[in-house]
Nanobody
Framework: QVQLVESGGGLVQPGGSLRLSCAASGISFNIYAMAWYRQAPGKQRELVAT???????NYADPVKGRFTISRDNAKNTVYLQMNSLKPDDTAAYYCNAYSNVFSYWGQGTQVTVSS
């Protein structure tokens, strides 16, 4: 059974930081590219960042320079370090594991940026 479990969300003030984690089980983690998406209320889900099996990263323009995606294949975990958070970053954040054939999603973790 494939499971992706996100953690690390919460309430943070503008300018603050959070680190999200996504622990995967039931898959050969090292052969899957990983991504973080987010969805704000009333908006479509949007891609935040991706990391390939080889560690190459890509970011959406709104988070470039503030967010960092990384992976630890030994722990079957992908991370999203979020710095300089803004109210517009408020959303549910979802982890995605994908290959040419399969795509798996976590249940999401809520991030709220507010003073």
């Amino acid at each position: 059974q494939v499971q992706l479990v996100e953690s690390g969300g919460g309430l943070v003030q503008p300018g603050g930081s959070l680190r999200l984690s996504c622990a995967a089980s039931g898959i050969s983690f090292n052969i899957y590219a990983m991504a973080w998406y987010r969805q704000a209320p009333g908006k479509q889900r949007e891609l935040v960042a991706t990391i390939t099996t080889g560690g190459r990263t890509n970011y959406a323009d709104p988070v470039k320079g503030r967010f960092t995606i990384s992976r630890d294949n030994a722990k079957n975990t992908v991370y999203l370090q979020m710095n300089s958070l803004k109210p517009d970053d408020t959303a549910a954040y979802y982890c995605n594991a994908y290959s040419n054939v399969f795509s798996y999603w976590g249940q999401g973790t809520q991030v709220t940026v507010s003073s």
